[in-house]
């Protein structure tokens, strides 16, 4: 039985282990934390006793790669997937109002729900109307050069549907603004989401916390298989001879006994052990922020499972019945604010929309301050592929060439890219 080392246990590292160990290779995996999942997790908040996120993930049907790897560790059945596409927004006059799409045959199931979109004029619409019917048939390599915003003005849309429909989707999927994103990327994801097949578009939430749906399963299913999962142990090195690695060297043991290796861990930490001259580019990653809050609030009179904002610094507000959890993307501004700083800012802005008191029972600040990497211009064609210069080392990520944003969808793909070159070798 073939060895691999799997470096890294975030979502690209378990990914690659479920699928090698799957395929009757001996896995171990290596994470340098104390716990699997990388960005994307669980704790228990010990004030509340409540086990809460790191973030609120959402993922998207047109994530195939994500369901079919949540189907392999069986917990798929932790999923809330809608039927068809709502999205319930919160604006400043405390009025709620639906994107929905209706049971009406695709796409004329969204092309209803944007022409019955309530805060839009009729031009408004019929521009809006007519990019969408135009993106599955744009050649997207021809937006190189051009951020989101250039583009949308190009195509003609109004400032207010660019700020209360097109800002909220670019923001969300790419976490930086629109001025930074690429036109390019935004526009590959629009196809995706709008145009792949009628389930693509539908929205999922775990409906358990993310180590319950993401992280324990796999290990279990990497065990099941023969894997090993080592906690907290550090690669640290790499002996490379002959364009062959032969040991990685953790902060714990030195492992010779191996076929192969699966570097899984982020861009930045890489460069640690491989020297980038063996990747077959050699990029400049610049990373955006997260800001995630929990807010325990005495009585919970929201009905939905989430809301978004317009125009608001506020993004997304999770309804998770014991608690509130608010995002706000693109949340550089926000990491040196301090926590008090923090929690004024969102009550003031929170009461721009719903009624909530200052009196609140409790609240969780997270920063994810590298949370993903900015999808500019600059990196579209950068992004290193999943070979390396070194015959028995792959690379996974979620900045690994994927063509995707830094997604859990891009992470769980390059893992299973990653995990296939081995298998073919055999
Ligand atoms: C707050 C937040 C919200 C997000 N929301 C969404 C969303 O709604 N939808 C979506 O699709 N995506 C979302 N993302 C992005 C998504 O979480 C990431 O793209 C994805 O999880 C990246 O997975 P990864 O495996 O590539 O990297 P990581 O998750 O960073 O995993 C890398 C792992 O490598 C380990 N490691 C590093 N160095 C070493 C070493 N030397 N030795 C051993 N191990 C090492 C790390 O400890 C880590 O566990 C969000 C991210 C954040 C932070």
Same mark, same amino acid.
Not at 65 to 73: A, E, H, M, S, Y
């Given at each position: 039985m073939k060895r691999v080392l799997v470096i890294g246990g975030g979502l690209a590292g378990l990914s690659a282990a479920v699928y090698l160990s799957k395929n009757k290779f001996r896995v171990t995996l290596l994470e340098a934390s104390p716990k699997v999942g990388g960005r994307v997790y669980s704790f228990i908040d010990e004030k509340t006793n409540t086990e809460?996120?790191?973030?609120?993930? !959402?993922?998207?049907?047109? &994530?195939?790669?994500?369901?079919?790897? #949540?189907?392999? !560790?069986?917990?798929?059945? &932790?999923?809330?997937?809608?039927?068809? #596409?709502e999205v319930n927004y919160l604006s400043h006059e405390g009025i709620s109002f639906k994107l929905k799409a209706t049971q009406f045959p695709f796409p004329f199931n969204l092309l209803y729900a944007l022409f019955s979109f309530k805060r839009l004029d009729v031009n408004e619409k019929f521009s809006l109307i007519k990019l969408f019917l135009k993106i599955n048939f744009i050649e997207s390599e021809n937006l190189y050069g051009l951020n989101v915003i250039e583009w949308l003005k190009k195509e003609k849309q109004s400032d207010n549907s660019i700020k209360i429909f097109w800002e909220i989707i670019s923001i969300g999927a790419l976490n930086t603004s629109t001025e930074k994103a690429s036109a390019k990327i935004f526009c590959d994801i629009l196809k995706e989401i709008f145009w792949k097949d009628n389930t693509s578009f539908s929205i999922i939430v775990p409906a358990l916390p993310l180590s319950k749906v993401f992280c324990e399963p796999s290990i279990e299913s990497i065990k099941r298989n023969g894997g090993e999962v080592r906690l907290s142990e550090k690669v640290i090195g790499v002996e490379i001879e002959d364009m062959k690695i032969k040991k990685v060297i953790t902060d714990k043991n030195i492992y010779e006994d191996f076929d192969f290796v699966i570097s899984a861990v982020p861009y930045f930490a890489s460069e640690k052990f491989i020297d980038k001259k063996f990747l077959d580019k050699q990029p400049e990653f610049h990373y955006s922020s997260i800001l995630n809050i929990h807010l325990w609030i005495k009585q919970n009179f929201l009905s939905e499972d989430f809301y978004a904002f317009i125009d608001s610094e506020l993004h997304w507000l999770f309804n998770k019945k014991t608690h509130w959890n608010i995002v706000i993307s693109n949340a550089d501004k926000f990491m040196q604010m301090s926590k008090d700083e923090i929690i004024n800012f969102i009550l003031t802005e929170l009461k721009k929309f719903i009624p909530v008191s200052d009196d609140i029972l409790s609240y969780k600040i997270i920063k994810e301050k590298r949370a993903t990497f900015i999808p500019d211009n600059s990196i579209l064609n950068n992004r290193p592929s999943t070979e390396t210069k070194i015959k028995n080392i792959f690379i996974a990520g979620d900045w690994v060439d994927t063509k995707l944003p830094a997604t859990i969808e891009s992470a769980v793909r390059s893992g299973r890219l990653a995990a296939e070159k081995i298998v073919n070798q055999m």
């Open positions: 809460i996120d790191n973030g609120q993930h !959402i993922l998207m049907g047109c &994530y195939t790669d994500t369901l079919n790897f #949540l189907r392999v !560790i069986d917990a798929y059945k &932790y999923l809330k997937i809608q039927k068809n #596409l």
